[in-house]
């Protein structure tokens, strides 16, 4: 099975290329601009480096979220598209599921976190066996201390803090009891890692027309909406 792995739901667009278990090559991009043009045209370029054939992929996997609004549809309506042409699966991988499988031999709780355009973050906690003990939320970073405080503060080990939220944090979270920061690459989105997860489920399963993106909180332009609705009702 060849896996193309999606991650476009941070500043960050990547994309990599996995073969039976094998990485076989990786990119990542700037995506604050022409997130679109800039995905294909890497998806070309990665292609051509590795020497693989567009008809070769056999699956695509794509990152869901929590994540930018418009990277989240970027990334999904692609892998989509290039699905339905190629005859493939698709499946979806959510970005907490994949920064935590970068640090799962850690013996404590970890907090995948992921950065928000609004002053707040996007989090996950998973327990010391990998089972998630707090789903995708958004919160303020102060509030944040307190959660980990209440539900995983007994257990041991301090929490280790992973994702992208955590490199742009950094010292905020440094401030945080009984934590740790995980550091370098893990805090990045590895479109390889989207790849070598969505490889690992069954190959019957196809979620073409069924997979959604995972805000885990209502899109700007909805709440702006909503906050315009209230304010003419109350004039």
């Not at 509030?143 to 007994?154: K, P, T």
């Amino acid at each position: 099975m060849t896996t193309l792995g999606i991650d476009t739901s941070t500043r960050y667009g990547t994309i990599g290329l996995i073969a039976n278990g094998n990485l076989q090559g990786e990119f990542t991009f700037n995506a604050r601009e022409s997130q679109s043009e800039k995905l294909l045209a890497t998806l070309d370029t990665l292609l051509h480096e590795v020497e693989v054939q567009l008809d070769e992929i056999s699956r695509i996997a794509v990152s869901i979220g929590p994540g930018s609004f418009t990277g989240l549809r970027i990334g999904i309506s692609t892998a989509q598209g290039l699905a339905h042409g190629l005859g493939v699966t698709v499946v979806g991988i959510t970005l907490t599921e994949a920064y935590y499988s970068r640090v799962k031999g850690y013996s404590g709780p970890v907090c995948t976190i992921i950065s928000d355009r609004r002053n707040l973050v996007y989090y996950a906690l998973f327990d010391e066996d990998g089972e998630k003990i707090r789903g995708e939320e958004s919160t303020s970073i102060a509030n944040l201390e307190g959660i980990l405080e209440d539900n995983a503060g007994d257990r041991g080990h301090p929490v280790l803090l992973v994702g992208d939220g955590v490199a742009h944090n950094s010292g905020e979270f440094g401030q945080f009891d009984n934590s740790i920061l995980a550091e370098g690459r893990l805090n990045y989105p590895s479109g390889a890692q989207i790849g070598f997860l969505g490889e690992k489920i069954d190959e019957g399963v196809d979620q073409i027309t069924s997979i959604e993106p995972l805000y885990a909180q209502r899109p700007i332009a909805e709440l702006n909406w909503v906050k315009k609705q209230k304010g003419d009702n109350n004039g």
